[in-house]
């Protein structure tokens, strides 16, 4: 760390003045673009003349990293990346970050409130211009409409993390009586949330960075970028780093690890047992750690006894003398070992207890809370916005999909759970959908499922800053300033080193576009005096209460982009003191799960064979998309401007195929057609997608029509335990289109 | 003030094809849309071996700055030339759009840039350099693969590595003295 960040400042301060004379700079195009605009009268024209550096973060995917907004003349010119970010996004701007200049002037975003014309259907985008007024009033008309007619559970609210002003729309969902908000982990993270916060108390994150030994299932972090995890990978220790990667593609990180196995799909669990077998029978665990610091070791021991090698090496399709040596080599190398969990969780069904399992194999050989090691999260505190929900006298049932996995979060619900009982109406129906930039319509598995929730909607009001697929299908759509324009409120991102972020406008919103929280202020003022009054606060004085304790975050935030404590981790924190398990320690035998009639120790099942002539579809991110969000970007699309299928070239001998040609790709819930891409890349039972297009919304001018959505293929099978949605189980058949 | 020579190394092991390069350089320099516009790319070498024995390298790449020019050498009305610090310039006004010059790189660096009327390339951020800023591919880059300084000064990083590693630049056999460095 202490290297890295010496490297920074000489990085900053290396360059003296040159002797050469200034080259012309061509003029923006950006400019062209605003000039043409505010000719037409379409917008005003830019002011605020002069140069400034904003500083703000970005927020075009999760990680937040920090940028400088070089703004000239009123127009953003450049998103250069903020060194004082180092500690989290090591100062620097991805594809993404840097493309996301064109989010502000991209001629598809959402410029003003839209309603659905009168008479015609959803989905035919029909749109006409309205004002706010009218908008607003529409939204609230129909909230009001659905209580007295249902009750107020019957609106959904759907939402998603990263934008730092979800909490509001939450809150909106609170006070308006709906228990039913939708959020994006059982999409996303949930096993990995219940599998390592069964075992730890909490999800940690793994010291990458210190790390002299990693392995890795498929969390693809030369692709699915996260930082500062991404960046280090490369960056770290150079020669004396060990990566093992997992993955049935021979992805981007497989390119740099040092051993790539293309495991059999949803065989992970094997390969992580078989390790446990190894370690424990050859007596390679840290017995002082397991004594101190967890419960249940003697329970694992007998348990793992069946799980060989060779055993594996079926299952998996990885050599037993890989397993075994690689099994070594981790306990060896341990603590500075960590078998990373990575983010995206949702692989199979039985993705709980599979993440279970790489939390039990990192606690035997004491990867905890050590340098190099899995690290719990350190926070910074943040004053609380306290609200109190208006009581109603009426009957609100509780939540839809109660009772559908073993652990719902209240918060975020399960996805496929819910919408399988709202297409039930069980118990009750589901009328009105409210959307803070989720976009189901691409992530939830089964399109035409989702599609049809949407078609039983009285309404739908989508608030976004783009016209998803989500809403193209909806009766209002309502656009917010992105997150160029916007003041967000003051987020704390939890970490090995924690940090404060935020974000402060660059420019004044453009067009007719708002702040969320003046949107969601607007409705509830419609709804009922009750409501408005928990909104009854400027965003300045928001920011103010969040630092009530200590102003001086504020204050960096606004002249450094971020808040930090230490630009060193705290390692050891937990030591000494109960982990948030039932026993207080790092429960290896989980007695939680066996009151719930679960395993209680992860036991292998075996996945469901890949029958004769089809093909297990697997999906992934790649560093240029945020998952159904940036596709249409312009920087971005003339990067990747459509997906594919990966093919192996056996398998498309076989078929007849050939590379570059269309193809029909079906599964038992849908069809798409895009471009076959035969490559080695790939094992010969899968085929893989990138996530992202095949959109529904023609407004996405620059992607619509090109490539196939997962969504439309991908069966909405889930997790029981944490209601993860398992993308991973759906077979495909392959045909010349 | 003495003048500068300036190189770019780059130590490719540590791509990972994210092209955040080229989509800041585009975003930096008014490149307009399209995908046979850019100052910069990064190639996905060809796959190595045979499933699942594979490998692959990402190779960045952009103008040269070659110290022998043969872009200059051919440029009818001296629209490019080489500055005092090595880089290697076009002079839009001079530019009469004949596209010798881009017949004569032997890198396909250089596009014709429809909204300037007049063909581009990179400049190494010469307009950064002159602020004190890194060029904006380097400043932008996750893993570090591109380092950009003064050969002139021996204790610059990209002296001190050029120093300490083996290295090498693409088609040496064309004798253009490149200031890109790739290390080995
Ligand atoms: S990783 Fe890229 S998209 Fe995500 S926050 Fe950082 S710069 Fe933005
Ligand atoms: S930014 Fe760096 S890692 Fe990414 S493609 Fe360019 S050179 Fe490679
Ligand atoms: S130095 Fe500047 S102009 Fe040259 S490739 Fe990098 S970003 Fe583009």
């Known amino acids: 760390m202490a290297r890295l960040l010496e490297k920074k400042v000489s990085r900053r301060h290396f360059m003296g003045l040159?002797?050469?004379?200034?080259?012309?700079?061509?003029?923006?195009?950006?400019?062209?673009?605003?000039?043409?605009?505010?000719?037409?009268?379409?917008?005003?024209?830019?002011?605020?003349?002069?140069?400034?550096?904003?500083?703000?973060?970005?927020?075009?995917?999760?990680?937040?990293?920090?940028?400088?907004?070089?703004?000239?003349?009123?127009?953003?010119?450049?998103?250069?990346?903020?060194?004082?970010?180092?500690?989290?996004?090591?100062?620097m701007l991805c594809a993404r970050g840097n493309a996301g200049?064109?989010?502000?002037?991209?001629?598809?975003?959402?410029?003003?409130?839209?309603?659905?014309?009168?008479?015609?259907?959803?989905?035919?985008?029909?749109?006409?211009?309205?004002?706010?007024?009218?908008?607003?009033?529409?939204?609230?008309?129909?909230?009001?409409?659905?209580?007295?007619?249902?009750?107020?559970?019957?609106?959904?609210?759907?939402?998603?993390?990263?934008?730092?002003?979800?909490?509001?729309?939450?809150?909106?969902?609170?006070?308006?009586?709906?228990?039913?908000?939708l959020r994006h982990p059982t999409l996303c993270l949930s096993s990995n949330i219940q599998g390592f916060g069964a075992t730890f108390g909490t999800n940690p994150t793994p010291d990458v960075l210190n790390a002299d030994f990693i392995i890795m299932s498929g969390a693809n972090r030369s692709e699915a970028l996260m930082t500062p995890d991404s960046i280090d990978l490369l960056r770290g220790d150079g020669g004396k780093r060990k990566l093992i990667y997992l993955d049935p593609r021979f992805t981007k990180t497989s390119a740099k690890a040092d051993e790539w196995y293309p495991i059999k799909p949803g065989t992970d669990m094997a390969f992580i047992l078989a390790m446990i077998h190894v370690i424990v029978t050859e007596n390679l665990q840290d017995q002082?750690?397991?004594?101190?610091?967890?419960?249940?070791?003697?329970?694992?021991?007998?348990?793992?006894?069946?799980?060989?090698?060779?055993?594996?090496?079926?299952?998996?399709?990885?050599?037993?003398?890989?397993?075994?040596?690689?099994?070594?080599?981790?306990?060896?190398?341990?603590?500075?070992?960590?078998?990373?969990?990575?983010?995206?969780?949702?692989?199979?069904?039985?993705?709980?207890?599979?993440?279970?399992?790489?939390?039990?194999?990192?606690?035997?050989?004491?990867?905890?809370?050590?340098?190099?090691?899995?690290?719990?999260?350190?926070?910074?505190?943040?004053?609380?916005?306290?609200?109190?929900?208006?009581?109603y006298d009426e009957d609100i049932p509780g939540r839809l999909d109660e009772g559908s996995v073993t652990y719902l979060s209240e918060k975020d619900g399960a996805w496929p759970a819910f919408r399988d009982r709202a297409l039930a109406a069980d118990p009750y129906p589901i009328k009105g959908m409210?959307?803070?930039?989720?976009?189901?319509?691409?992530?939830?598995?089964?399109?035409?499922?989702?599609?049809?929730?949407?078609?039983?909607?009285?309404?739908?009001?989508?608030?976004?800053?783009?016209?998803?697929?989500?809403?193209?299908?909806?009766?209002?759509?309502?656009?917010?300033?992105?997150?160029?324009?916007?003041?967000?409120?003051?987020?704390?991102?939890?970490?090995?080193?924690?940090?404060?972020?935020?974000?402060?406008?660059?420019?004044?919103?453009?067009?007719?576009?708002?702040?969320?929280?003046?949107?969601?202020?607007?409705?509830?003022?419609?709804?009922?005096?009750?409501?408005?009054?928990?909104?009854?606060?400027?965003?300045?004085?928001?920011?103010?209460?969040?630092?009530?304790?200590?102003?001086?975050?504020?204050?960096?935030?606004?002249?450094?982009?971020?808040?930090?404590?230490?630009?060193?981790?705290?390692?050891?924190?937990?030591?000494?003191?109960?982990?948030?398990?039932?026993?207080?320690?790092?429960?290896?035998?989980?007695?939680?799960?066996?009151?719930?009639?679960?395993?209680?120790?992860?036991?292998?099942?075996?996945?469901?064979?890949?029958?004769?002539?089809?093909?297990?579809?697997?999906?992934?991110?790649?560093?240029?998309?945020?998952?159904?969000?940036?596709?249409?970007?312009?920087?971005?699309?003339?990067?990747?401007?459509?997906?594919?299928?990966?093919?192996?070239?056996?398998?498309?001998?076989?078929?007849?195929?050939?590379?570059?040609?269309?193809?029909?790709?079906?599964?038992?819930?849908?069809?798409?057609?895009?471009?076959?891409?035969?490559?080695?890349?790939?094992?010969?039972?899968?085929v893989y997608m990138a996530h992202g297009f095949g959109v529904l919304s023609k407004a996405q001018t620059n992607i619509y029509g090109k490539g196939g959505s997962d969504a439309a293929l991908i069966e909405e099978k889930y997790c029981p335990i944490s209601g993860n949605v398992a993308m991973h189980e759906t077979f495909v058949e392959i045909l010349p289109a | 003030m003495s003048n500068k020579r300036y190189a770019m190394v780059l130590d490719t092991r540590k791509c990972i094809d994210c092209k955040a390069c080229t989509v800041a350089c585009k975003a930096e320099n008014h490149v307009p849309l399209g995908r046979e516009n850019y100052r910069n790319w990064v190639m996905e070498e060809a796959l190595r071996g045979r499933y699942p024995n594979l490998g692959q390298e990402f190779t960045p790449g952009q103008c040269m700055h070659c110290a022998n020019t043969p872009c200059k050498r051919v440029c009818p009305t001296k629209a490019t030339g080489v500055n005092a610090d090595g880089i290697v310039t076009v002079e839009n006004k001079k530019c009469i759009g004949c596209k010798y010059c881009m017949t004569a790189c032997p890198y396909n660096a250089r596009y014709y840039n429809e909204e300037i009327g007049a063909v581009d390339k990179?400049?190494?951020?010469?307009?950064?350099?002159?602020?004190?800023?890194?060029?904006?591919?380097?400043?932008?880059?996750?893993?570090?693969?591109?380092?950009?300084?003064?050969?002139?000064?021996?204790?610059?990083e990209v002296s001190l590595l050029l120093a300490k590693h083996p290295h090498r630049v693409m088609k040496p056999e064309m004798g253009t003295k490149p200031y890109l460095f790739y290390l080995i």
Not at chain 1, 48 to 61: F, I, N, P, T
Not at chain 1, 144 to 165: H, L, P, Q
Not at chain 2, 125 to 151: Q, S, Y
């Open chain 1, 288 to 391: 002082a750690f397991i004594d101190e610091f967890t419960v249940g070791f003697e329970q694992l021991v007998p348990h793992v006894a069946p799980y060989t090698p060779e055993w594996a090496a079926t299952e998996c399709e990885i050599p037993a003398a890989d397993i075994r040596r690689i099994a070594k080599e981790f306990a060896a190398a341990a603590p500075r070992a960590v078998y990373y969990q990575g983010r995206r969780s949702s692989f199979m069904a039985n993705d709980t207890q599979m993440r279970r399992a790489m939390a039990i194999l990192n606690a035997i050989v004491g990867n905890w809370d050590t340098k190099g090691g899995l690290i719990p999260n350190a926070n910074i505190e943040l004053t609380k916005h306290d609200y109190l929900a208006p009581w």
């Open chain 1, 434 to 686: 409210m959307v803070y930039k989720q976009n189901p319509l691409a992530s939830v598995p089964n399109r035409a499922k989702t599609l049809k929730l949407m078609e039983q909607m009285d309404f739908i009001c989508t608030i976004d800053i783009t016209m998803s697929d989500t809403a193209w299908y909806s009766d209002v759509v309502l656009p917010e300033a992105t997150y160029l324009e916007r003041q967000d409120p003051l987020e704390a991102l939890g970490g090995i080193v924690p940090v404060v972020a935020f974000r402060q406008p660059c420019i004044p919103p453009m067009f007719e576009s708002k702040e969320s929280l003046w949107i969601i202020q607007e409705i509830a003022k419609r709804l009922s005096e009750e409501i408005a009054a928990e909104f009854d606060f400027t965003m300045e004085e928001h920011l103010h209460h969040q630092v009530k304790h200590n102003p001086q975050i504020l204050e960096d935030l606004r002249t450094k982009g971020i808040y930090y404590e230490s630009t060193e981790p705290n390692y050891g924190r937990t030591r000494g003191t109960a982990l948030k398990t039932k026993s207080g320690k790092i429960e290896i035998f989980s007695q939680k799960y066996a009151d719930n009639g679960l395993d209680p120790l992860p036991v292998y099942t075996r996945p469901t064979a890949v029958p004769s002539n089809r093909y297990r579809l697997l999906v992934g991110r790649h560093a240029y998309f945020t998952h159904g969000t940036t596709a249409n970007n312009p920087y971005l699309h003339d990067i990747m401007p459509e997906n594919t299928l990966w093919l192996n070239p056996v398998e498309a001998q076989k078929l007849g195929l050939k590379n570059g040609q269309m193809v029909k790709v079906r599964s038992a819930v849908g069809e798409e057609k895009l471009k076959l891409e035969v490559t080695q890349k790939i094992r010969p039972d899968s």
């Open chain 1, 101 to 181: 200049v064109k989010v502000v002037y991209d001629p598809d975003r959402l410029k003003y409130p839209l309603v659905r014309v009168e008479g015609s259907k959803r989905g035919e985008g029909k749109f006409r211009r309205a004002t706010w007024e009218e908008a607003l009033d529409l939204v609230a008309k129909n909230m009001n409409e659905i209580k007295d007619k249902y009750s107020r559970a019957s609106v959904m609210f759907a939402s998603t993390e990263g934008t730092f002003s979800e909490h509001f729309f939450t809150q909106l969902a609170e006070c308006y009586g709906s228990p039913n908000t």
């Open chain 2, 122 to 156: 990179c400049t190494f951020c010469e307009h950064r350099i002159l602020t004190g800023r890194e060029p904006a591919c380097v400043e932008t880059c996750p893993t570090r693969v591109r380092v950009f300084g003064d050969l002139n000064d021996p204790n610059s």
């Open chain 1, 18 to 91: 040159s002797s050469c004379a200034l080259a012309t700079i061509a003029i923006g195009s950006q400019v062209k673009v605003l000039k043409a605009l505010a000719k037409d009268g379409r917008i005003d024209a830019p002011t605020g003349l002069g140069s400034k550096d904003v500083y703000s973060s970005c927020g075009m995917c999760v990680n937040k990293c920090g940028f400088i907004a070089r703004v000239k003349d009123g127009v953003i010119q450049k998103l250069d990346p903020n060194p004082e970010f180092f500690i989290r996004s090591r100062a």
